[in-house]
């Protein structure tokens, strides 16, 4: 091999070529090796300076450069992929070859989700049929490299050879497609915004092991994403410095520090996650964060996040508490009202249950109970009462995902001849009788008629649960730099969460729940298998279909939205029938594998039916990781309302 195709590919398109790299430095002595990390660093620091001090390239014309480069280079990779299928090379060749091409797109990661969002699923969507949950009309069958990596890990498969160099055809066929429509690709704009999106992406999706579940080559496909953002960095590095940006040579070390880490601590399963994210990812999320808007870099007003790419996910003022507001007005007295009537049993038909009745603050607002007590006292609901807590950050409500604002959440509950048994049109007849309500209402809504209707009804108690944010627990505390914050074990059981046990490919961090990274704004739901009955010798499914009925689509039956674990100490029972009342329970229900874990014949269940292998002293990691996630200091307490207090409209 030239060694300058392999510098330039090790550098600048790292680590597309690795494997063969390591071939080569593996087998050399050690006074070789210095010698050829001396060669190494001269040369890259050549091509790196003979490529950036060129005059006659701007940044745009940089990363359009890097783009194409990254396109051949993925397309060549595919090719000699397909090549060692069609030729029956052996299984780790063919791995091998595979790994290369996924490092080859990771370099390219950053780009195609940010720009060219509606291709993404074709080269790395999930390997089951799916629905983007933003637009459900959006049906995507499984294609791309998580579906390629289903023929080859953990062993080849190779009476499916057709049917894999069919996928692999295809991969190849959409690459040559966008890497000849590039005039698409404007990056300019918003470069520092994608980078921000990247980095988020890295830390909750990319080391979990989301989208290589099988083969679980995250660390490795992590450094190749932080080579991209490192890539964009340098490209703007005189546009930052002259804004006034200090930290630039810092952002420039944490880069090459995170790469060397995830180096040396390639071991998915071993991989320190806390580590990784406190010494390297949030540093690099706030400083990044920091340069993009002391360098005038915008958002792309057209990708609405739930997080502000400004800085780390864990700050409590990244989060963009008003994203689902819908241009509606939120202050004190309006909470104070809505609190005031959340607790008040006036609005129920008999006089007897308020919204704190089955939401109940000292059990994560939750009722304690399987399934809530029909308004008759005698009767069930279909399902398990759900937190509140950060309600305000989900874009989809109820469990089947229904609901998309939380006034028409309260609207329905009043009206359910089941729950509040009441209707909305008769709890504002009621209020509308009472002189203090209406009193209330006037200082809550100065703007409006003096009549108090449905919608400010609805509207007052929604904004009160909107207030109830749980973002302080002591995980928090420990990912903003309070080091004593956690345990050890505490550590370990978030290593897990993160990795082994797989619980953040679905329960995305900070927020864990299914609000999908890097931008968070809409959530997911998930196939699980969860059972009727707690008796695993005999498993049946739970009737419950789910979101499926919804979207009327039989691949989402018995799917429902993935909940916070926020506070997750106090909410027990868990799942949607509340079937069961431990932490212990559900964490083995996930270590067998869900439904199909236990027997249960569910084609469609999107959690993976293999066993997680873990250990008893890893149960209890992870459980005591869970229980560092309570936080209940965010619940407003209940003030007097006057005019005085009555903030502008």
């Known amino acids: 091999m030239h060694p300058f195709y392999l510098l330039k590919r090790d550098v600048l398109f790292y680590p597309v070529g690795r494997f063969q790299y390591q071939y080569l430095y593996g087998a050399a002595s050690n006074g070789m090796k210095k010698k050829i990390n001396v060669i190494l660093i001269v040369c890259c620091s050549i091509l790196l300076l003979s490529f950036f001090a060129s005059p006659a390239l701007t940044p745009h014309e940089k990363l359009k450069s890097y783009y194409n480069s990254h396109f051949?280079?993925?397309?060549?990779?595919?090719?000699?992929?397909?090549?060692?299928?069609?030729?029956?090379?052996?299984?780790?060749?063919?791995?091998?070859?595979?790994?290369?091409?996924?490092?080859?797109?990771?370099?390219?990661?950053?780009?195609?989700?940010?720009?060219?969002?509606?291709?993404?699923?074709?080269?790395?969507?999930?390997?089951?049929?799916?629905?983007?949950?933003?637009?459900?009309?959006?049906?995507?069958?499984?294609?791309?490299?998580?579906?390629?990596?289903?023929?080859?890990?953990?062993?080849?498969?190779?009476?499916?050879?057709?049917?894999?160099?069919?996928y692999i055809d295809q991969l190849l066929t959409i690459t040559n497609g966008l890497s000849n429509n590039n005039i698409l690709f404007n990056p300019e704009n918003f470069a520092l915004d994608a980078v921000m999106e990247e980095l988020y992406r890295v830390l909750a999706l990319g080391i979990t092991g989301f989208d290589s579940p099988i083969a679980q080559l995250s660390v490795q496909e992590a450094g190749a994403s932080l080579t991209s953002v490192q890539f964009v960095m340098e490209t703007y590095r005189e546009s930052l410095t002259a804004a006034g940006v200090k930290d630039y040579d810092t952002i420039m070390l944490l880069l090459t520090g995170a790469k060397n880490y995830l180096r040396k601590h390639n071991n998915f399963n071993a991989f320190d996650r806390a580590a990784f994210i406190t010494n390297f990812l949030n540093p690099l999320c706030t400083r990044i964060g920091a340069a993009k808007t002391m360098s005038g870099f915008s958002d792309n007003p057209m990708r609405y996040s739930l997080i502000r790419k400004t800085g780390q996910l864990f700050k409590a003022s990244s989060l963009n508490r008003d994203r689902y507001l819908y241009d509606d007005t939120i202050n004190d007295v309006r909470i104070q009202l809505g609190k005031k009537i959340f607790y008040d049993p006036l609005l129920s038909a008999n006089g007897k249950r308020a919204c704190a009745g089955c939401h109940q603050p000292g059990k994560s607002f939750t009722d304690g109970l399987p399934k809530a007590l029909q308004a008759d006292e005698h009767g069930t609901l279909p399902r398990n009462t759900p937190s509140l807590w950060n309600a305000a950050l989900q874009m989809n409500l109820f469990y089947d995902s229904r609901q998309k604002r939380l006034d028409d959440v309260v609207m329905e509950v009043l009206s359910n001849d089941k729950e509040m048994n009441m209707g909305a049109d008769k709890a504002a007849e009621k209020l509308n009788a009472n002189a203090a309500y209406v009193s209330l209402f006037k200082v809550a809504y100065p703007t409006h008629d003096s009549i108090v209707t449905e919608r400010k009804i609805g509207n007052a108690i929604a904004m009160y649960i909107r207030s109830l944010i749980s973002y302080n627990s002591r995980f928090d505390k420990y990912m903003r730099g309070e080091k004593t914050a956690m345990r050890a074990g505490e550590i370990k059981g978030f290593n897990l969460f993160m990795g082994k046990a797989k619980c953040a490919t679905c329960h995305y961090v900070p927020l864990f729940n299914g609000s999908k990274p890097p931008t968070y704004y809409y959530q997911e739901s998930e196939v699980l298998g969860v059972p009727a009955t707690t008796d695993t010798a005999h498993a049946v499914l739970d009737a419950d279909p789910g979101r499926g009925p919804v979207l009327n689509l039989d691949f989402m039956n018995h799917a429902f939205k993935?909940?916070?674990?926020?506070?997750?100490?106090?909410?027990?029972?868990?799942?949607?029938?509340?079937?069961?009342?431990?932490?212990?329970?559900?964490i083995d229900f996930y270590d067998r594998g869900g439904g199909l874990g236990l027997g249960i014949p569910i084609p469609n269940q999107t959690l993976p039916g293999d066993k997680l292998q873990l250990t008893q002293k890893e149960k209890i990691q992870l459980k005591a990781f869970l229980l560092a996630l309570t936080d209940t200091s965010g619940a407003p307490q209940l003030v007097p309302i006057n005019k005085k207090s009555a903030t502008a409209q």
């Open 562 to 586: 993935t909940p916070t674990l926020r506070n997750i100490a106090l909410s027990a029972p868990y799942m949607h029938n509340g079937i069961y009342k431990t932490l212990e329970e559900v």
């Open 72 to 166: 051949v280079d993925l397309s060549q990779q595919l090719v000699v992929l397909k090549k060692s299928v069609e030729q029956d090379a052996s299984e780790k060749k063919i791995q091998q070859n595979f790994l290369a091409a996924r490092l080859s797109y990771k370099g390219l990661e950053l780009f195609l989700e940010y720009y060219f969002e509606l291709d993404v699923a074709k080269f790395n969507g999930l390997a089951i049929n799916f629905i983007e949950e933003e637009d459900p009309t959006a049906y995507q069958e499984p294609q791309g490299f998580q579906m390629i990596e289903t023929f080859i890990y953990p062993t080849y498969n190779k009476e499916k050879k057709k049917e894999l160099l069919r």
